[in-house]
T-cell receptor, first 108, second 113 residues
Framework: KNEVEQSPQNLTAQEGEFITINCSYS?????LHWLQQHPGGGIVSLFM???GKKKHGRLIATINIQEKHSSLHITASHPRDSAVYIC??????????FGEGTQLTVNP | DTGVSQDPRHKITKRGQNVTFRCDPI?????LYWYRQTLGQGPEFLTY????????KSRLLSDRFSAERPKGSFSTLEIQRTEQGDSAMYLC???????????FGPGTRLTVL
């Protein structure tokens, strides 16, 4: 069992739909990161959170420390949101342990 | 551009050859991380530096791998006697300290023939 697990692995949505990607972790963490990776490899940090909820534009990230679970929500999804979304747990020494990623495709 | 840069972006080599990658972090970022990502998988931690000190190494980092950050600025990752299983994207990231987000470079894609 991976220390960080994401679901679903693949997600296809129609433009405008509300999207949720889930992340569960089994290790103690100091923070949980959500990252976006586009084809070609570039990774962009979306959120870093250790409690509660953060919002940036159409993106919302939540975390429940007791349940060791985080979610990334995208409201009013758009084809340009198509990418791989990765959650990563920051553990001891500040290393990141990554989930396998969720491939999101938003169709027009 | 003041982001994290990596060089080269692509490297094709023959099995058994040595390769070296370079990462230039964001200026004044004390922490520098190396990760490896194989196709269809999330990245995996390799090692990280606090200034010039290498503080942690993954068990993934075999004896053929060595990383340095001699002056606490840029870092190099060398792979000796490359194997086909080393083919992957090698990602570098930097952060101001252990509490902040990490900023990723574009990666170096290594193909070992």
């Amino acid at each position: 069992k991976n220390e960080v697990e994401q679901s679903p692995q693949n997600l296809t949505a129609q433009e405008g739909e509300f999207i949720t990607i889930n992340c569960s972790y089994s290790v103690g963490i100091s923070a949980l990161h959500w990252l976006q990776q586009h084809p070609g490899g570039g990774i962009v940090s979306l959120f870093m959170l250790s409690s509660g909820k953060k919002k940036h534009g159409r993106l919302i990230a939540t975390i429940n420390i007791q349940e060791k679970h985080s979610s990334l929500h995208i409201t009013a999804s758009h084809p340009r949101d198509s990418a791989v979304y990765i959650c990563a747990a920051r553990t001891s020494g500040s290393r990141l342990t990554f989930g396998e990623g969720t491939q999101l495709t938003v169709n027009p | 551009d003041t982001g994290v840069s990596q060089d080269p972006r692509h490297k094709i080599t023959k099995r058994g050859q040595n390769v070296t990658f370079r990462c230039d972090p964001i200026s004044e970022h004390n922490r520098l991380y190396w990760y490896r990502q194989t196709l269809g998988q999330g990245p995996e931690f390799l090692t990280y530096f606090q200034n010039e000190a290498q503080l942690e190494k993954s068990r993934l980092l075999s004896d053929r791998f060595s990383a340095e950050r001699p002056k606490g600025s840029f870092s190099t990752l060398e792979i000796q006697r490359t194997e086909q299983g080393d083919s992957a994207m090698y990602l570098c990231a930097s952060s101001p300290d252990s509490y902040n987000e990490q900023f990723f470079g574009p990666g170096t894609r290594l193909t070992v023939l």
